[in-house]
């Protein structure tokens, strides 16, 4: 049974409303990681803090330890044994919002409906996943992402609101928490990226 780590629909029932959309992005992710793709994450306000978050928890040991391998510890024999002992295993994921000097220069020089579709144009690679977090679903450059996420043949997952949106028309899937009221949306939102992390780190990690 996808998501026993996180305990996820024990601890917050009402998520049982979106468990195949949930259980859908896990195995899209799963797949880019098996793959070596990484993740890019996109958001405004409040969503953007929560993107930066969730690639916080993939990019180092969350529940777990996740120490290097004994291969990847002898790479530092001759240099340094110590390093090896510190450094943790991760995911590949990236926060599209904390790009501050690329991201203004974009803005001001081009377009700032495309600065999440600039990013994913140059940093995107086969098997990447690209994820928008907008509780309306409708926020446009994040939809504009999802069309250069499409053109570059990767797979998207949004993480929205109750309402169908935009995100809708352009999404493998869509996350929808059952909340509509901004803060209530993004109060569920947190649970669920944690959901996925823990999944994802028990999955590719424990021993």
């Not at 993939?58 to 790479?75: H, I, Y």
């Not at 024999?77 to 450094?87: F, G, Q, T």
């Not at 599209?96 to 579709?117: I, Q, R, T």
Request: hydrophobic share 35%.
């Amino acid at each position: 049974m996808s998501f026993k780590h996180s305990e996820l629909f024990e601890r917050h029932p009402k998520l049982e409303s979106c468990k195949d959309q949930l259980e859908k992005a896990l195995e899209i992710l799963k797949d880019c990681y098996t793959k070596s793709g990484k993740l890019l994450v996109m958001g405004n306000g409040g969503s953007s803090a929560d993107a930066e978050h969730l690639c916080g928890e993939l990019t180092k040991g969350f529940l777990l330890k996740r120490p290097l391998s004994e291969s990847d510890k002898k790479k530092f024999s001759s240099i340094d044994p110590s390093i090896a002992d510190k450094l943790q295993m991760g995911l590949p994921a990236l926060s599209l919002g904390v790009a501050h000097s690329g991201n203004s220069a974009f803005l001001n020089d081009v377009d700032p409906m495309l600065v999440y579709g600039q990013q994913i144009w140059v940093q995107g690679n086969t098997n990447d996943v690209v994820m928008g977090i907008s509780t309306s679903g409708n926020s446009k450059n994040v939809i504009e992402g999802y069309k250069v996420a499409k053109a570059k043949g990767l797979k998207t997952i949004g993480l929205t609101g109750a309402k169908d949106s935009l995100s809708n028309e352009w999404c493998d899937v869509v996350i929808q928490v059952p909340e509509e009221e901004t803060f209530k949306a993004q109060e569920l939102h947190l649970p669920v990226y944690h959901a996925l992390c823990i999944e994802l780190e028990f999955h590719f990690f424990q021993s």
